[in-house]
């Protein structure tokens, strides 16, 4: 069984930084798209930013500049830099990745963001 665990969420001002982090486990043949979502109170799940398996990275106009994904194969790790949070950004974070084909997401991991 494959698994993604996310990690770093936590509290913060606005303007502050955070780094999340996401690690895939188990028997791991191929790892695909890497993506981290989010979801606010009330609103629906949407991704925020994702990168593929050859690098090339996706990002919503709302966090571009601002956040980073980043990727390391030899780890089964994804990340993801998070600078000039605003109080929009709070959420549950989940990690998400295409692991030998299956789409597999984590349990989030939460971001608050003070005014």
């Known amino acids: 069984q494959v698994t993604v665990a996310e990690s770093g969420g936590g509290l913060v001002q606005a303007g502050g930084s955070l780094s999340l982090s996401c690690k895939a486990t188990?028997?791991?043949?191929?790892?695909?798209?890497m993506a981290w979502y989010r979801q606010a109170p009330g609103k629906q799940r949407e991704l925020v930013a994702e990168?593929?398996?050859?690098?090339?990275?996706i990002y919503i106009d709302s966090v571009k500049g601002r956040f980073t994904i980043s990727r390391e194969n030899a780890n089964n790790m994804v990340y993801l830099r998070m600078d000039s949070l605003e109080p929009e950004d709070t959420g549950v974070y989940y990690c998400?990745?295409?692991?030998?084909?299956?789409?597999?997401w984590g349990f989030g991991t939460q971001v608050t963001v003070s005014s």
């Open positions: 188990g028997i791991i043949f191929i790892i695909g798209r």
């Open positions: 990168v593929g398996s050859d690098g090339t990275t």
């Open positions: 998400n990745a295409e692991l030998n084909g299956d789409e597999i």
